[in-house]
């Protein structure tokens, strides 16, 4: 029996961690870490929803976390990583699609957790450091509170999750509390609106939906 | 092989949902649940719900066992739960303690 090398197969779902000192394959989906001290590959369609560590990590499939590997991580074509990837020996092949910190070599002075974190913590310098195409005007203001809850929670997940939500309540919210502050006596609590136009049903509720949100 | 395998020396801490086999080596911490055969072997250590169209287990096991088909309680296993299925057999030398369901 091959029961040296773990498999999640490919219709197989795990939901939470994995851990071990084996070699792990991922040829489905596993919605947690893994964390091996062997090595571990994400087949073509292998998905990973959390940060992977192991000694050599193969990606073929999608990883949305970061990859940390003691030895070397090898991001092949086709794959899709949204994270960090942090090895000594790192290769991201053509094709490959990564958003993200990217640490090939030796960790120097500073263990590479800290540089990473502090990086993280000024919001400005992380956007502008990062490859990450982020629309500059909405990033400051939301990542400023970001910042502070960065401090006690692990960040990646909250980073990694930014760039896939829709921008527009985000771009609605800061342009929000302007609007009220530059006419203040209004008698209404709410900003002055447009009365709203007559559109069918379902962009009216969505309409709606944005206002509770709002509130 | 495209089943799901747990090898020695890993630990799984939450569910396993599949629709293939699974064979499980190694530690599983949750639930698993499968439409194929769930195989626990020699050695395994599984602390969860189990559901399958068969089992056989040989490792040990606590936790509630359902199968469509039938559960094998091997030589050497320890099974501690309830064990609910059309057909079980239990093995000389196997270790178990829980209810035993055949839907009479």
Redesign the interface.
Known sequence: MATDVSIIGQSARVRGRVVGTADVEVLGFVDGEVAVTGSVTVGVHGMVGAGIKGRRIVVRGSVRGDLVGSEAVLVEEGARVVGDVRAPSVAIASGALVRGFVQAGEPDTTPATRTTETARAVPASSVTARAVAKPPVAAPVAAAPRAVAAVHHPPPQVRVTTPVRSPAPRAAAPAHPPAVAANPPAPHPTPRQPPPPVVPAFKKARGQMVKKRER | ???????????????????????V???VR?KVTAKEAVTI?PGAVVEADVAGSSLAIAGSLTGNVTAVERVDLQSGSRVIGNVKAARVTIADGAQFKGNVDMDV
Not at chain 2, 12 to 22: A, R, Y
């Open positions: 092989m495209a089943s799901t395998v747990i090898g020695a020396g890993i630990t799984i801490e939450g569910e396993i949902t599949t629709d293939e086999d699974v064979v080596a190694g530690t949750g072997e």
